[in-house]
């Protein structure tokens, strides 16, 4: 049975190192949910799970989550005992006249796409839901008194499909070794040639220039020709 779980374990954990690229040292984040649920079972999570997913897995919390359980006071107290002896990490609300709730801390601590590949620990509903709405954030929960590493969600899976796929738009960085890609399977034009293009619609100032003073002065010598011819009859005329 215990050997089953694991290998259930290490499926989902290749699955989020293939695709979303989370690999060991885990670092997870618990709160007091969690905490009290392990208390409740008698699971010892400091040892249970990195036997669970692994030796290299790093537990910690936040000071949000321990502010709430110092809030509750004596019915958790057990939970904040057990929370206490891990790292706090940095959430940046400390100095807030009031700490966050557990719960947004924990989203906060997420973000938009969970940059630093937390794992999430708790057996709070929200904070459940909201981990599986964020693609590449594996969840652990307590059932049964056990440590479960949740299944990822049908969306984590989806997104997971189309990274594979290559459907996803391509990242800033990734915009400049495509045009070059493509410019040497000659797919882009190299910019010199718009630059000719560009070149020959446009007309020559120069010719332009040249051919108007040129009908000028033909126009003229024309002109004069006609006014001499007049003036030539007109003289004729008169000697008659
Ligand atoms: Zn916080």
Redesign the pocket.
Known sequence: MKLKRQKHAKRILSFYKTHFNIQAPFQVLLDGTFSQAALRGKININEQLPKYIGPGVKLAT????LQELESIGKAVYGALVILKQFPVLP????D?KQ??S?N???Q??LGKDNPHKYFIATQDRTLTEHAASLPGTPLLFIYMNTVVLDKPSKHCHQVADELARGSVAPAEEQKGTILQLKRSAGLEEPQSKLIRRKKIKGPNPLSCKKSKKVDQKSTHVRKEGRNRHKRNKNKNMGTS
Do not use: D, Q
Request: with cysteine; hydrophobic share 30%; charged share 25%.
């Open positions: 936040t000071s949000c989550v959430c940046g609300h400390k807030r700490p966050l557990a947004k801390c924990l906060k601590m």
